[in-house]
């Protein structure tokens, strides 16, 4: 089935750990993005990637880092994670940037403890 | 920065119409999005408007004005199912998105 997949699914972490979310598609869409979601808070962007090889921040990209080694693979890290990071996490992606649907996965819920 | 501003909640009857509205800033503007979000869930696409005029797709249907920074999402014959939230997202000049905060749509019998 064609689609994004996110792993893990939860997580809870210790403060100073380093993690990565991974997340993978199949669709060969060009762009992919990376957001975290806070209650009473619209999404906001970590960081994207227009096409593989390239990458750029969003709104809130400080303690985040992104790769994109290829189409498929977009893997989130969080290099000594902080409290504050709890959050969701939604990994998307689109057939372009601007104009196309995004495509969500099931999102990782992760706790900063 | 850009404001995407919709009511936080709301409460309709099964078998209802209900309108949710969000209004943007209209510099740089380049289409708006609609997604559901149930709860728990990831975000799903609803519709996309780019031009001024009603966008109907069977039970929703979705409204741009540009000149006036107004859009809303129209949702006929209510069925509880659509307890969700509704967010709405503004595409800006660097064609990346801004989203509101999102509707809470609460569906009673």
């Known amino acids: 089935i064609a689609g994004i997949t996110q792993a893990p699914t939860s997580q809870i972490l210790a403060a100073g750990r380093r993690m990565t979310l991974r997340c993978t598609q199949d669709m060969r869409h060009n762009a992919m993005y990376w957001y975290r979601q806070d209650l009473g808070l619209g999404l906001r962007l970590i960081h994207y990637s227009n096409t593989a090889g390239t990458t750029g921040k969003g709104e809130v990209p400080d303690g985040y880092s992104v790769s994109r080694a290829n189409t498929d693979d977009f893997p989130l890290t969080l290099a000594s994670a902080v409290p504050s990071q709890t959050s969701v996490y939604f990994c998307a992606s689109s057939a372009d940037s601007g104009h196309s649907p995004l495509h969500f996965g099931n999102g990782t819920r992760l706790t900063v403890t | 920065g850009q404001n995407i501003d919709q009511p936080t909640e709301m409460t309709a009857t099964e078998g209802a119409i209900v309108q949710i509205n969000c209004t943007y800033q209209?510099?740089?503007?380049?289409?708006l999005f609609w997604y559901q979000q149930h709860a728990g869930e990831a975000p799903t696409f609803l519709s996309y408007?780019?031009l001024d005029g009603l966008e109907e797709k069977g039970r929703f249907s979705s409204f741009l004005s540009r000149s006036k920074g107004y859009s809303y999402l129209l949702l006929k014959e209510l069925q509880m199912k659509d307890s969700a939230s509704y967010l709405c997202?503004?595409?800006?000049?660097?064609?990346?998105?801004?989203w509101g905060a999102g509707t809470k749509l609460i569906i009673k019998p």
């Open positions: 209209t510099s740089g503007f380049n289409g």
């Open positions: 997202a503004e595409v800006d000049s660097n064609y990346q998105l801004i």
């Open positions: 408007n780019v």
